[in-house]
């Protein structure tokens, strides 16, 4: 595929439009494709501009050959629901698909996506990996997703604040939170979040 300078510099717009749940534009070079498809990591970071009151859905890659985090595509959109995830995903996953390699080649060689703990992000994710690959679609994801680190951290600092009465209560529930990050099994985890309901039944929903 030739590039000209200017793919470079310039955004394509790979799809926008509306319905009426929601406003989305998506952008993607196809060089960006290009350097999306050779890294085996995948990044999802959701920021707000408040200006324009819009999300945005950021895919974020590691480039080893230049050695630097790079944005290779953004999703502008009015809703952060599961169906508007789900459409943003597509749009990545089927622009890597035309300009740079065949996406099962592709998912087969991600090790890992990157993501926060939303329940609609990671929904949209799993249907668009099972609507793509088809059988095994669901194991996939499970291979794939991880959480950050980062926001799961943010997330805990945010709950305790509303569910303890004082600093010290809240420095218990920040040690026990931090602690279920080094636990291996899923039996150990479920273990740490029923501590931390009878600790702080307010917790409830959050750890639901």
């Known amino acids: ?16 439009g509306n319905s009426l749940l929601f406003e ?3 952008l993607q070079t ?13 990044f999802i970071d959701v920021k707000h501009d408040k200006l324009h009151d819009l999300h945005m859905v950021n895919f974020v890659v590691y480039s080893e050959s230049l050695q630097e985090t790079i944005r290779v595509a953004s999703t502008r959109t009015t809703a952060l629901t599961e ?12 622009a890597i698909d035309l300009d740079a390699k065949p996406l099962n080649e592709y998912i087969d060689g991600l090790e890992t996506i990157m993501m926060d703990f939303s329940e609609a992000q ?10 793509l690959v088809g059988v095994g679609g669901g194991e996939i994801f499970d ?3 991880r959480g950050c680190h980062i926001h799961y951290m943010r997330s805990v600092h ?44 307010g917790a409830e929903p959050w750890v639901s």
């Open 83 to 94: 169906r508007a995830y789900t459409e943003c995903f597509v749009l990545f996953f089927e």
């Open 158 to 201: 945010r709950v305790a604040k509303l569910v303890t009465r004082s600093e010290q209560e809240q420095h218990v529930f920040h040690t026990v939170c931090n602690n279920i990050t080094a636990l291996e099994t899923q039996e150990a985890v479920q273990t740490f979040f029923d501590l931390l309901l009878n600790m702080y039944p």
């Open 122 to 131: 990671q929904n949209g994710l799993k249907a668009v990996i099972i609507r």
């Open 30 to 42: 196809p060089i960006a494709s290009i350097v999306a498809a050779d890294s085996s990591v995948l």
């Open 1 to 16: 595929m030739e590039m000209r300078p200017e793919d470079l510099l310039f955004p394509w717009v790979r799809s926008s």
């Open 143 to 145: 291979r794939l997703f």
């Open 24 to 26: 989305m534009g998506h």
